[in-house]
């Protein structure tokens, strides 16, 4: 899959030419890293060596979540898998009542375990998302053993800490391009979900070594 963007240059002259220059190069930058992190993020197709674990009927998305803080973009989502369960599987309500089907066999639990992937895209930027300081990386391997990673089971207000988020390992590639440089890191992770009904929600957490918090996701189907 290829991304293509064209942009048109502006007629740029006179006394304000140069500055006029540099906010259209700005908007621009800021123009293909947003487009190329959505349309691509979950997929990791925007880093070349990135590896691709599942096709997407297979998995439930944690969304995109952006968080701009300290003068970083961070770009956070990803999904939730196990083998083939999630394809085909179907959400029925009925009043208060919420069935699942596959097929016409009702499916009221989560597979004995989860394959949760989680992605990371940073890069510097103002408060307006467009990116700044082209050379200077976020994700140093400093900023990332300070994170702490927490998963928990939600089931209407109530949370109950998972207690057994194992990390199977990570994948880290920075890019410096024209416009910015910047980072991205996908993390792989199970987590046991024997006896957990459909309906809870799988949330997962994101903060540093001092509890300050990051990002939090949540995925259901």
Known sequence: MMLQFHFQRPDIGGRHG???KSTYLL???A????????SLFSTFHCFSQ????FDHG?????GIQRVILDGTCFFWGGSIAQGEFFRGLKRKESGDAVRFYKGKKIVSEYPDQLRVTLRVTSYRC???GAPLDIGTLVLTDGFLSSLKFTADWKAGTHTTPTGNLALLGYHHQQTTGEFASFDAVQYDFTVASKNIPLTDHLVL?????DGKLFVRLSVAP
């Open 126 to 128: 103002n408060s307006e």
């Open 58 to 62: 297979d998995s439930l998305d944690f």
């Open 18 to 20: 140069a500055r006029r």
């Open 27 to 29: 908007r621009a930058g």
């Open 50 to 53: 990135a590896p691709r674990d």
């Open 31 to 38: 123009t293909v890293l947003i487009a190329c992190i959505v």
């Open 205 to 209: 957490t994101v903060s540093n070594g």
